[in-house]
């Protein structure tokens, strides 16, 4: 057995794992599960609209192979014949502006050269900044890092920063997390610790994401705070639209387009040139979306 | 005076125009002035937001000049030092899913070396596609063409086919109209040929619009139909943010993201794997997305 078919397996459970500890904290949504298969490989794209607290959500694996292509080649500024990849990707739009948009992502991309790496992170997108849900999810990720590499949480955290960002609007789409691509097993022990890295952030990911379900899944919102809800979903399909990595190469190597883009929201809004009032919520939340903020002290060292 | 001083002040003449004969159809919207400016040159950004028909629209003039980057000459083939380029850039929403989306350009661009070129376009975006209107529409796009060149308009009708496509989406944008750049003037004669013929477009642009705005600006309309334009608009979001030429150079050469954007729709909608039932509306208009249709002819030659 291929050491990718083994990840892929794991992947694949960790899917299902992560989908039933969602529906149970949502309490009335059900994932669809849509299997497809191409002559590039197969998936499921498992998705969830208008459950109780998620508006939106998918948790897709996906495990394909393929000939390595010249644009591959001039983006990965790697040679070789073919590929394989697997991985799990999830983003969640709940219906409640005071519960957070999260997503998550870990990979494991393999040349023929014997090349490969793996790559992921976990990321939040706040649509009103609360420094205590941002200080707690950070502290998670770090816990979670550190129990591998001391390195991991400060590298990765500077990583989703740089990364997760409107350079056009000169904000980070969210407070961040952690984001890392393309880390090469060194040995074998090091590959062993980089799976069981990714392992770990898919089983973190439905816990912490189903504590900020339950805290204000049900509280009440104004209309006030669904408007500027739809601006910020408004913020993140710039983002995946304009930048994201893995719309544009699951886009350019032909993949399925309903697939890739379940990743936007269920609405967004554009209006011309808001600018918060000052001191409202609004203008809070947009002074906090900033690089190299330690959530994890954030309030306590100043 | 320079050339190019001469073209900016007629494009900006023809901006008020534009503007007049909108705030005319609309009946209660105003357009906005916002008037910038940068170390690259200056502009106006008019939007009106809320009118009676026009739920967001924009008439974007610019007169900007600069170094041509390496970005530059890597993306346009050409070798200069500096640059100058005016033009106008327009996109009209309405509230109604019966009166279309609207968009025209017309620009000018000058390179130090000597070299220059007009580029430009009109291309109508219906949520629900009337073949007599997209009729309409081509048919004055043509008299138009025909009066400059014979060629124009079946050349440039093809270029907007190929251009105002999702290929994601195996869809046109909407019905079409014509699209040209890079359009470099032989000599006098046809500079001035291909300026009157940017200058004629322009005037167009308003009173074709206008009249669609009468037709349908008050139709009664359904929640289904109001929900089909927010999906339809979130296809008009992907092309922007994903393909549009104008949204990318804009950004990359560090244009004002707010007069950039302003084209995209007051909001937008997204839903997983939407399939239009047989039969019906959508779907009809689904299967008229398509390249190569000869709108002036529809219907007449089968």
């Given at each position: 057995m291929h050491r990718i078919d083994k990840i892929a397996g794991t992947y694949r459970q960790l899917q299902q794992d992560i989908i039933r500890c969602i529906e149970d904290a949502d309490g009335l949504g059900n994932f669809s599960n849509d299997q497809w298969s191409t002559e590039l490989g197969s998936g499921v794209t498992s998705v969830l609209q208008e459950g109780t607290v998620i508006e939106k959500g998918a948790v897709n694996f996906s495990f394909v192979k393929g000939n390595f292509t010249d644009r591959m080649e001039k983006i990965l500024g790697e040679k070789a014949r073919s590929y394989a990849a697997t991985g799990i990707s999830s983003i969640l739009h709940p219906e409640n502006p005071w519960v957070p948009i999260i997503h998550m992502n870990v990979r494991y991309f393999a040349l023929d050269n014997g090349t490969a790496w793996f790559g992921g992170g976990i990321d939040l997108t706040p649509h009103i900044v609360e420094p205590a849900d941002a200080r707690l999810f950070h502290q998670s990720l770090k816990e979670v890092c550190d129990r591998f590499d001391a390195s991991f949480y400060p590298e990765y955290k500077k990583w989703a920063d740089d990364y997760f960002f409107l350079p056009h609007r000169h904000e980070?789409?969210?407070v961040g997390g952690i984001f890392f691509d393309?880390?090469?097993?060194?040995?074998e022990e090091d590959f062993d610790k980089l799976f069981r890295f990714t392992v770990s952030l898919a089983e973190l990911y439905p816990v912490i994401y189903s504590g900020f379900m339950k805290k204000n899944g049900r509280r009440p919102c104004t209309e006030r705070e669904k408007q500027w809800q739809a601006l910020r979903r408004g913020r993140y399909v710039e983002f995946n639209l304009l930048f994201d990595r893995g719309t544009k190469f699951g886009m350019e190597s032909g993949g399925n387009t309903e697939s890739i883009l379940?990743?936007?929201?269920?609405n967004a809004s554009w209006e011309y040139n808001f600018i918060p009032e000052a001191g409202s919520f609004e203008e809070e939340t947009q002074q906090m979306l900033?690089?190299?903020?330690?959530w994890i002290n954030f309030g306590h060292n100043s």
């Open positions: 980070t789409r969210g393309r880390v090469k097993p060194a040995n379940v990743s936007l929201p269920a900033k690089k190299n903020i330690d």
